[in-house]
């Protein structure tokens, strides 16, 4: 079988590791076949495969692949018996009881298991010595002064692996924590560190895990510090600067002296980068030296629309400013006469404050820092927005004050890259594109439906006025949010990925200060919007912001340790505000398309840690406003909360074929067959952990019908009705999705009483679900009703066609007035799973005519 690849930007400008996913169709991919790559001549090209996934057959649904490309276009995989040209990776791991040892012919690389040196570099006559730094700022007030205290804390590796190894491309994953000189431990850290086969360029994901009280320390600084050397004069020392467009060039010392101007030409040669000889010019180079040496150069992104790059002497003189921008393309290059590295951040400008800076560079020591965190900026401040509560006024979720950030996380990529000499400005700059560009292959949106391995959504339809007509209210829906992330300036190191929740038409301004009215934290799964939309067409704009969604919601929005572990915090101003700490957030449908499409470890871990955060709710009852503790261990909604167990359970039976997993699903699915009236009793059941078992607590109880299906968990059951054949279970989603239509007359006579159309709000949520039973059932009249729900805004809150209006407030905008991201969300959804399930069921001539007018 031949599967078609395409770049999801552009192709690299230089050779570059590629790692992507591919997904198969059921029984496809035997485990044991071999799997190959190809360019457009037919030739083979050298591949690293494993599997990330398997099908309940045992056959394999998602693998990962790693190659070095760079030129190559109309790449394709294969799984038919071919002659394949043989792996001549060169890439070497040996691993001792205190250190790791990497080489691949370009560089080597050995890490200590222990201790402050992270790793060392060595490259040609090139050394670099690596650490972890970090500031934390103590503030104390004493009468009437307030005395700032500023504490190093250098990290220490406490345990290194080699996580991953292969012929092409090798990962070795450090974790440990900041110490200063105390001893006192902070910020516990997980490094991971990509080697590739005869490469130069390093890759590092570095997470932070927050552990430190927001009203004790405050993180003033933190980053990766290279220490080194570098050879030749002062002139012969470069630094280059990638900024908005281009890179800009400085030596340490310049030539350019008032006797001797341009030196014919020299001085033009020296900003290119070039060494420059001055020996045979005695009189020219007595000028040079009595020019000022510059030692310290630095990039800070203060904002996502501002840099300034800076220099100084040394560190007892002031800092002068050399350049302003908007946004850097975040790349720094420090080298001598023998050549330098360059550092980098992917998302620099995003993630802002950040910096990237050289010191020494004319000395005999040089140091080179990426700042994650910059402290030429205000420190971090975690502490919540209010000293109270706003559940009524401002729908915060419990009156209990849980808001805190310890145990929160935040990842970052950074790069290095080492040369032999001095690379041209335009070399650079093109390095820099590539650290910025998500270089990934893709497969074609025909092919991710076919394989049914990611859910149950739609390829776009336009084979008729109505399908045309949804088409494009879902990519006005999609180009809003991308316009809007901008124009509203939701960036930075803990606010980029995430959206808002509301919007505030008298203000012009979404509710960013009220409660459970700002921030998203994954309300209404947004996520699976995104990631839906991504498969459906490709493209590269929606792919950045489902990525940046997933970062962001899957690390800074959950816990990774601490009391809340395995727990996410609904939307809130504070991303950890909200007392509500509820798995739906650390739901692995949120997340795991994005670590099948990259591979990418982090995402990988993460869902690994969520699989049993259903444990956590013991601690933390989800349901304890409404239910005391009693003869239960816990309380749980059928959704979103079992939805999200589940859907973590099946995640990691998928990727490990661990049966207790499919066990855990299977023992609520089958409790769920046994109650009055299946998916319908409930919504909140006891729930005991150790054995999964759900338990009757009544009909029609506490928790909202639809809050069971707005987290996802018409996602979560359909995929899984997909995998364990069971048609009872279909016949449950189906149940639940006619029923959410019937007359209140009907739905208590089905119920004898027990349920009531006042306890099924929201019906438009339960479009897809709707869907469904038509399918099923092959009902026209229930197509019908589900088409009714995402076209009458009545039921939807969605006028249509969605249409953007120009206002001038303190600076011109463009607004929808009645957005909100939750109803958005799950409209965008609900259509994407409709035309799925619906397009051999179309909307009726009557139905398509009553929407004619709003047609255009």
């Given at each position: 079988?031949?599967?078609?690849?395409?770049?999801?930007?552009?192709?690299?400008?230089?050779?570059?590791?590629?790692?992507?996913?591919?997904?198969?169709?059921?029984?496809?991919?035997?485990?044991?076949?071999?799997?190959?790559?190809?360019?457009?001549?037919?030739?083979?090209?050298?591949?690293?495969?494993?599997?990330?996934?398997?099908?309940?057959?045992?056959?394999?649904?998602?693998?990962?692949?790693?190659?070095?490309?760079?030129?190559?276009?109309?790449?394709?995989?294969?799984?038919?018996?071919?002659?394949?040209?043989?792996?001549?990776?060169?890439?070497?791991?040996?691993?001792?009881?205190?250190?790791?040892?990497?080489?691949?012919?370009?560089?080597?690389?050995?890490?200590?298991?222990?201790?402050?040196?992270?790793?060392?570099?060595?490259?040609?006559?090139?050394?670099?010595?690596?650490?972890?730094?970090?500031?934390?700022?103590?503030?104390?007030?004493?009468?009437?002064?307030?005395?700032?205290?500023?504490?190093?804390?250098?990290?220490?590796?406490?345990?290194?692996?080699?996580?991953?190894?292969?012929?092409?491309?090798?990962?070795?994953?450090?974790?440990?924590?900041?110490?200063?000189?105390?001893?006192?431990?902070?910020?516990?850290?997980?490094?991971?560190?990509?080697?590739?086969?005869?490469?130069?360029?390093?890759?590092?994901?570095?997470?932070?895990?927050?552990?430190?009280?927001?009203?004790?320390?405050?993180?003033?600084?933190?980053?990766?510090?290279?220490?080194?050397?570098?050879?030749?004069?002062?002139?012969?020392?470069?630094?280059?600067?990638?900024?908005?467009?281009?890179?800009?060039?400085?030596?340490?010392?310049?030539?350019?002296?008032?006797?001797?101007?341009?030196?014919?030409?020299?001085?033009?040669?020296?900003?290119?980068?070039?060494?420059?000889?001055?020996?045979?010019?005695?009189?020219?180079?007595?000028?040079?030296?009595?020019?000022?040496?510059?030692?310290?150069?630095?990039?800070?992104?203060?904002?996502?629309?501002?840099?300034?790059?800076?220099?100084?002497?040394?560190?007892?003189?002031?800092?002068?400013?050399?350049?302003?921008?908007?946004?850097?393309?975040?790349?720094?290059?420090?080298?001598?006469?023998?050549?330098?590295?360059?550092?980098?951040?992917?998302?620099?400008?995003?993630?802002?404050?950040?910096?990237?800076?050289?010191?020494?560079?004319?000395?005999?020591?040089?140091?080179?820092?990426?700042?994650?965190?910059?402290?030429?900026?205000?420190?971090?401040?975690?502490?919540?927005?209010?000293?109270?509560?706003?559940?009524?006024?401002?729908?915060?979720?419990?009156?209990?004050?849980?808001?805190?950030?310890?145990?929160?996380?935040?990842?970052?990529?950074?790069?290095?890259?080492?040369?032999?000499?001095?690379?041209?400005?335009?070399?650079?700059?093109?390095?820099?594109?590539?650290?910025?560009?998500?270089?990934?292959?893709?497969?074609?949106?025909?092919?991710?439906?076919?394989?049914?391995?990611?859910?149950?959504?739609?390829?776009?339809?336009?084979?008729?006025?109505?399908?045309?007509?949804?088409?494009?209210?879902?990519?006005?829906?999609?180009?809003?949010?991308?316009?809007?992330?901008?124009?509203?300036?939701?960036?930075?190191?803990?606010?980029?990925?995430?959206?808002?929740?509301?919007?505030?038409?008298?203000?012009?301004?979404?509710?960013?200060?009220?409660?459970?009215?700002?921030?998203?934290?994954?309300?209404?799964?947004?996520?699976?919007?995104?990631?839906?939309?991504?498969?459906?067409?490709?493209?590269?704009?929606?792919f950045e912001m489902a990525e940046a969604m997933t970062r962001h919601t899957s690390e800074v929005d959950c816990y990774h340790e601490g009391e809340y572990k395995g727990l996410g915090s609904r939307h809130n101003v504070s991303?950890?505000?909200?007392?509500?700490?509820?798995?739906?957030?650390?739901?692995?449908?949120?997340?795991?398309?994005?670590?099948?499409?990259?591979?990418?470890?982090?995402?990988?871990?993460?869902?690994?840690?969520?699989?049993?955060?259903?444990?956590?709710?013991?601690?933390?009852?989800?349901?304890?406003?409404?239910?005391?503790?009693?003869?239960?261990?816990?309380?749980?909604?059928?959704?979103?909360?079992?939805?999200?167990?589940?859907?973590?359970?099946?995640?990691?039976?998928?990727?490990?074929?661990?049966?207790?997993?499919?066990?855990?699903?299977?023992?609520?699915?089958?409790?769920?067959?046994?109650?009055?009236?299946?998916?319908?009793?409930?919504?909140?059941?006891?729930?005991?952990?150790?054995?999964?078992?759900?338990?009757?607590?009544?009909?029609?109880?506490?928790?909202?019908?639809?809050?069971?299906?707005?987290?996802?968990?018409?996602?979560?059951?359909?995929?899984?009705?997909?995998?364990?054949?069971?048609?009872?279970?279909?016949?449950?989603?189906?149940?639940?999705?006619?029923?959410?239509?019937?007359?209140?007359?009907?739905?208590?006579?089905?119920?004898?009483?027990?349920?009531?159309?006042?306890?099924?709000?929201?019906?438009?949520?339960?479009?897809?679900?709707?869907?469904?039973?038509?399918?099923?059932?092959?009902?026209?009249?229930?197509?019908?009703?589900?088409?009714?729900?995402?076209?009458?805004?009545?039921?939807?809150?969605?006028?249509?066609?969605?249409?953007?209006?120009?206002?001038?407030?303190?600076?011109?905008?463009?607004?929808?007035?009645?957005?909100?991201?939750?109803?958005?969300?799950?409209?965008?959804?609900?259509?994407?799973?409709?035309?799925?399930?619906?397009?051999?069921?179309?909307?009726?001539?009557?139905?398509?005519?009553?929407?004619?007018?709003?047609?255009?």
């Amino acid at each position: 079988m031949k599967i078609d690849l395409n770049w999801l930007t552009s192709k690299p400008n230089y050779l570059t590791n590629i790692t992507w996913g591919i997904p198969w169709k059921k029984g496809e991919l035997d485990r044991r076949s071999d799997v190959s790559l190809w360019n457009a001549e037919n030739q083979s090209i050298p591949v690293q495969t494993w599997p990330l996934a398997y099908w309940p057959d045992g056959s394999v649904k998602w693998t990962a692949h790693s190659a070095n490309l760079c030129e190559e276009q109309d790449l394709f995989i294969s799984n038919d018996e071919q002659d394949l040209s043989e792996n001549q990776g060169k890439l070497v791991i040996e691993e001792r009881k205190d250190k790791i040892k990497i080489n691949n012919e370009t560089i080597e690389c050995t890490i200590q298991k222990h201790g402050e040196n992270i790793f060392n570099f060595k490259k040609e006559n090139q050394i670099y010595d690596a650490t972890l730094e970090t500031i934390m700022e103590e503030r104390v007030e004493i009468n009437d002064k307030r005395v700032f205290t500023q504490i190093a804390a250098t990290g220490k590796v406490e345990n290194a692996v080699i996580e991953s190894k292969g012929d092409i491309r090798a990962v070795v994953r450090l974790e440990g924590a900041h110490y200063n000189q105390d001893g006192q431990r902070f910020l516990p850290f997980i490094l991971r560190i990509y080697f590739y086969d005869q490469i130069s360029d390093v890759k590092i994901v570095h997470t932070m895990i927050n552990d430190t009280p927001p009203d004790q320390y405050f993180i003033k600084g933190m980053g990766l510090k290279l220490k080194t050397s570098y050879r030749g004069e002062a002139w012969n020392r470069h630094v280059q600067i990638a900024g908005d467009k281009g890179v800009y060039s400085e030596p340490g010392q310049l030539i350019l002296t008032r006797r001797y101007r341009n030196a014919d030409g020299l001085y033009n040669d020296q900003i290119e980068n070039k060494n420059i000889n001055l020996d045979d010019m005695p009189e020219f180079k007595k000028q040079v030296q009595g020019n000022a040496t510059w030692n310290d150069f630095k990039i800070i992104q203060d904002s996502a629309d501002h840099y300034k790059v800076v220099k100084r002497r040394g560190r007892n003189n002031a800092w002068i400013e050399v350049l302003h921008g908007k946004r850097a393309n975040g790349l720094l290059y420090a080298g001598g006469a023998d050549g330098g590295v360059a550092i980098g951040q992917k998302k620099f400008w995003q993630k802002f404050p950040s910096s990237l800076e050289v010191e020494g560079l004319n000395e005999e020591s040089s140091s080179l820092t990426v700042w994650l965190w910059s402290p030429d900026c205000e420190a971090m401040d975690l502490r919540h927005y209010s000293d109270d509560t706003h559940v009524p006024s401002a729908y915060e979720g419990f009156e209990e004050m849980r808001a805190t950030p310890v145990g929160i996380g935040n990842t970052n990529e950074l790069f290095l890259s080492f040369y032999q000499s001095a690379p041209t400005a335009d070399d650079l700059f093109k390095k820099a594109e590539d650290w910025q560009n998500t270089n990934l292959l893709i497969c074609n949106p025909a092919y991710y439906h076919s394989t049914r391995a990611a859910g149950m959504w739609s390829l776009p339809d336009r084979s008729n006025k109505l399908t045309s007509f949804l088409e494009d209210q879902l990519g006005k829906a999609l180009q809003f949010y991308q316009m809007e992330i901008d124009q509203r300036s939701w960036y930075g190191f803990w606010n980029y990925g995430d959206v808002m929740h509301t919007y505030d038409p008298v203000r012009h301004q979404w509710r960013y200060d009220m409660g459970g009215f700002a921030w998203q934290n994954t309300e209404l799964v947004p996520n699976i919007w995104f990631w839906y939309a991504f498969l459906r067409s490709g493209n590269s704009k929606v792919f950045e912001m489902a990525e940046a969604m997933t970062r962001h919601t899957s690390e800074v929005d959950c816990y990774h340790e601490g009391e809340y572990k395995g727990l996410g915090s609904r939307h809130n101003v504070s991303h950890w505000g909200c007392g509500c700490k509820e798995v739906r957030i650390s739901m692995a449908n949120l997340y795991k398309i994005y670590y099948y499409l990259t591979a990418d470890e982090r995402t990988g871990e993460i869902l690994s840690n969520f699989k049993d955060a259903d444990q956590s709710t013991v601690n933390l009852d989800p349901m304890r406003e409404f239910y005391p503790k009693d003869e239960y261990p816990t309380h749980t909604r059928v959704g979103p909360d079992w939805a999200a167990f589940s859907s973590n359970w099946l995640c990691n039976w998928e990727r490990t074929e661990n049966s207790q997993y499919l066990e855990k699903i299977l023992t609520g699915v089958n409790d769920l067959k046994k109650m009055p009236y299946r998916l319908l009793s409930g919504p909140t059941y006891g729930y005991d952990p150790q054995t999964s078992h759900l338990y009757h607590m009544g009909d029609g109880n506490s928790g909202g019908y639809h809050m069971i299906i707005a987290f996802g968990a018409p996602q979560v059951w359909m995929e899984l009705a997909e995998l364990i054949n069971d048609k009872e279970w279909e016949e449950m989603i189906a149940e639940f999705g006619e029923f959410y239509t019937l007359s209140d007359q009907e739905k208590r006579r089905r119920t004898n009483g027990k349920l009531n159309d006042r306890m099924f709000n929201w019906p438009m949520f339960s479009a897809g679900m709707v869907a469904y039973a038509a399918m099923k059932k092959n009902d026209q009249e229930l197509a019908e009703k589900a088409w009714n729900l995402l076209l009458d805004p009545t039921f939807s809150y969605t006028p249509l066609p969605i249409e953007e209006q120009t206002v001038t407030s303190w600076k011109v905008l463009n607004e929808i007035p009645w957005i909100t991201t939750n109803t958005i969300s799950q409209w965008s959804l609900n259509v994407i799973v409709c035309l799925e399930l619906l397009k051999d069921l179309p909307a009726g001539q009557v139905l398509q005519k009553s929407i004619s007018k709003i047609i255009k």
